[in-house]
């Protein structure tokens, strides 16, 4: 089992609506959790950081995380084009610190 | 505050080449990883330094070595070069090691002929 899954296919949404991305985790361990965005040809860009349960906001963008079921969701409202990119999700393993990765799911906001 | 800088940008080279890559922190993170990018594969984890010492390592061949010096920046170097070694190299720095998130260099891209 990989420690960081990120399962859903490409990601259509028009524009205005939210976008609603998923990720699950396999250390129960884990303490820390972040979004990046990477757009194509670029380097991941670190958007949301969240450590405790529940939701924390920032601007357009809410991060969720239910340690219980092990789930990190980032919801994206007021979709715009310039959110098409791929997002990473990334948890930070209990035991050995090391910042483990999903691969990734490609959002495309259609005008 | 000058982000992660890694260099050189761009890199060609032949097979069984060696080629070393540069990455330096942004001012302040002493831990420093590296990553290999490729089409469909995701981010694979190499390995990640703090205090010059290799804390984590990843399930790459030792071809794939690295160090950190005492001014935290940190390179990597990969020996024998192989086809499938092209990719782009991402190096991301932290503070420390427990629960900071990484911010990561803009990459090397690295080409195999």
């Known amino acids: 089992q990989k420690e960081v899954e990120q399962n859903s296919g490409p990601l259509s949404v028009p524009e205005g609506a939210i976008a609603s991305l998923n990720c699950t985790y396999s250390d129960r361990g884990s303490q820390s959790f972040f979004w990046y965005r990477q757009y194509s040809g670029k380097s991941p860009e670190l958007i949301m950081s969240i450590y405790s349960n529940g939701d924390k906001e920032d601007g357009r963008f809410t991060a969720q995380l239910n340690k219980a079921s092990q789930y990190v969701s980032l919801l994206i409202r007021d979709s715009q084009p310039s959110d098409s990119a791929t997002y990473l999700c990334a948890g930070q393993s209990g035991g050995n610190n090391r910042l483990a990765f999903g691969k990734g799911n490609q959002v495309v906001v259609i005008p | 505050k000058a982000g992660v800088t890694q260099t050189p940008r761009y890199l060609i080279k032949t097979r069984g080449q060696q080629v070393t890559l540069s990455c330096s922190p942004i001012s302040g993170h002493r831990s420093v990883s590296w990553y290999q990018q490729t089409p469909g594969q995701g981010l694979q984890f190499l390995f990640e330094y703090f205090s010059e010492t290799q804390r984590n390592k990843g399930n790459f061949p030792g071809r794939f070595s690295g160090r950190q010096f005492s001014n935290s920046r940190s390179e990597m170097n990969v020996s024998t070069l192989e086809l499938g070694d092209s990719a782009l190299y991402l190096c991301?720095?932290?503070?420390?090691?427990?629960?900071?998130?990484?911010?990561f260099g803009d990459g090397t891209r690295l080409s195999i002929l």
């Open positions: 991301a720095s932290r503070i420390g090691t427990d629960n900071q998130p990484q911010h």
